[in-house]
């Protein structure tokens, strides 16, 4: 999941991002009205906005239609120390889908994040679509046009959790307790020797998918 982060307060920003990422979460950081503007032209996948009020001088509501135009299913979670009714009302009307009053907690931030996600989240169903592979998550079969792979449970787990929330970076001990569970007996290298596995089968049927990783941070799927 992508995060887009419109925020000036450069330890703020600093402090948000990392706890975020360590919650899984890829983040675009913008500091200004340019930035922000430059993301209102590119063609990046956002999954959720968080926009500071205030950008320095910029008042970044004035912005908040154009975003809500790009991005219309994409909720907008505005950060602002102006916490009145009115405030939030007027915000909430202008296309923000929830409000956060300044000073907060990051586990608010977050969990506020995790609900706004909740909402906009479609029901998988039994087939999953990630660039030219669709796998079947009920004989874990993985299929590209009339090539195709049965996978093991563990190997197909694996893929499954990455490719359900594409670019969510996942760290190596998470894939461990929610592949493997607390089992003590696992192999450390046990990840690795998997996603080796699995990029083969991948690569062999054709995936356009690939399984990124990079070292001290996680894995995660792209196209």
């Known amino acids: 999941m992508k995060i887009l982060l419109a925020e000036d307060d450069i330890r703020l920003a600093e402090h948000l991002v990392s706890n975020l990422r360590e919650h899984g979460f890829l983040i675009k950081h913008v500091s200004d009205k340019v930035g922000l503007e430059c993301s209102l032209a590119d ?3 956002i ?3 968080i926009l500071d009020r205030l950008l320095g001088a910029f008042d970044s509501k004035h912005l908040l239609p154009k975003m809500r135009q790009k991005w219309s299913g994409t909720p907008i979670l505005v ?3 102006i916490s009145t009714p009115n405030e939030r009302t007027d915000l909430l009307n202008m296309g923000a889908d929830d409000y956060l009053g300044k000073p907060f907690s990051t586990q608010e931030l977050i969990a506020r994040v995790r609900a706004l996600l909740r909402r906009t989240s479609a029901p998988t169903g039994n087939f999953i679509q990630v660039g030219n592979l669709t796998i079947n998550s009920i004989k874990r079969i993985i299929l590209v046009g009339n090539s195709f792979d049965v996978l093991p449970a563990k190997e197909f787990v694996l893929l499954l959790t990455l490719c359900q929330e594409p670019g969510r ?4 001990d998470d894939l461990l307790d929610y592949v493997w569970g607390h089992a003590t007996e696992v192999e450390t290298n046990v990840v690795e020797a998997t996603i080796t596995n699995l990029r083969k089968k991948l690569s062999e049927i054709g995936a356009n998918i690939m399984i990124k990783n ?4 996680g ?5």
Do not use: F, G, P, Q
Not at 169 to 172: G, R
Not at 214 to 217: A, E, H, L, P
Not at 219 to 223: A, D, G, L, P, S
């Open 43 to 45: 063609s990046d996948k």
């Open 47 to 49: 999954d959720v906005i």
């Open 79 to 81: 950060l602002s120390a």
């Open 169 to 172: 970076v996942w760290s190596k």
């Open 214 to 217: 990079m070292r001290n941070t």
């Open 219 to 223: 894995y995660w799927v792209e196209t």
